[in-house]
């Protein structure tokens, strides 16, 4: 992984964008989020997770917006891009700001982040951009794409059950940098293991070991704004999120709060 030289803090938000040859839709997201209402106090990190079509070019086009780049020099997969920008982002990052993830397929509408910072200031730790709170809606998303996830939300609700939460497997989240922080000091490089779409998973189950206030508020998801197909292997991620349960059953309980 390389990462830029910068060491400037920039901007109180920090948008992390994994990225695998999104340079179809990265130009365009990046113009909404600089029309956006929290474009002078964001800083972007593009990680482009070894694509082969340009991603990295459209950081250098982006204009109005502090966009960073992270590179992988081969693919790893989104759970390490997540790490990789995480990694990045908290390198300078004060404790007081928020990390944004969400997805750089320009189907998460980046207007919707005012809305998480008010839920942050209002005193949550996490909050997920939810397609299964009311308000929420994702119809433009392939049928088997839908039934995953809402298999998996049943499935992990009940398994975990943490509060507040309906959407698991949500991309499109805001985290507490001082939250990340701690989690960060006890696991690591291993706060995301995931190579695939499970990492989201993942890291709300370790994010659980620190007793965060999570909240949700609605997504529509724009699937209909994607340019290419999913990348997401219906069966690999099932049995992702299968063995991520078991390994979380078998793994002790950090001792101690976080």
């Known amino acids: 992984m390389t990462v830029p030289d910068e060491v400037r803090t920039g901007g109180d938000v920090h948008l992390v964008l994994p990225a695998y040859n999104e340079a179809a839709a990265l130009p365009r997201l990046l113009r909404r989020v600089a029309e956006s209402a929290v474009a002078g106090r964001v800083t972007v990190w593009v990680v482009d997770d070894g694509s082969s079509d340009g991603t990295a070019d459209c950081v250098t086009d982006a204009r109005g917006l502090d966009v960073r780049l992270v590179r992988h020099p081969v693919n790893l997969g989104l759970g390490q891009a997540v790490q ?3 990694k990045a982002a ?3 990052a004060a404790p007081e700001h928020v990390v944004v993830v969400m997805d750089a397929d320009d189907t998460h509408d980046p207007g919707v982040i005012p809305v998480l910072l008010e839920e942050i200031g209002a005193g949550s730790d996490i909050v997920i951009c939810s397609r299964f709170t009311e308000g929420g809606d994702d119809s433009t998303a392939p049928r088997s794409r839908r039934l995953l996830s ?3 939300a049943v499935v992990l609700g009940r398994a975990l059950k ?3 939460v309906r959407d698991f ?3 499109f989240r805001a985290y507490r ?3 990340l922080r701690r989690a960060a000091a006890h696991w690591g490089d291993r706060l995301v293991e995931e190579r695939g779409f499970a990492c989201m998973v993942e890291l709300l189950m370790k994010l659980r070991h620190c007793e965060p206030v999570v909240s949700e508020v609605p997504l529509k998801l724009r699937y209909d704004r994607k340019p290419g197909a999913s990348k997401l292997r219906l069966g690999r991620t099932l049995r992702q999120y299968l063995l991520l349960l ?3 059953r078998l793994t002790p309980v950090p001792v ?3």
């Open 256 to 258: 101690g709060k976080l």
């Open 150 to 152: 809402r298999g998996a």
């Open 90 to 92: 908290l390198a300078v």
């Open 246 to 248: 078991t390994r979380d």
């Open 162 to 164: 943490i509060e507040g």
């Open 177 to 179: 940098v001082s939250l």
């Open 169 to 171: 497997t949500s991309g």
């Open 84 to 86: 990789s920008g995480l």
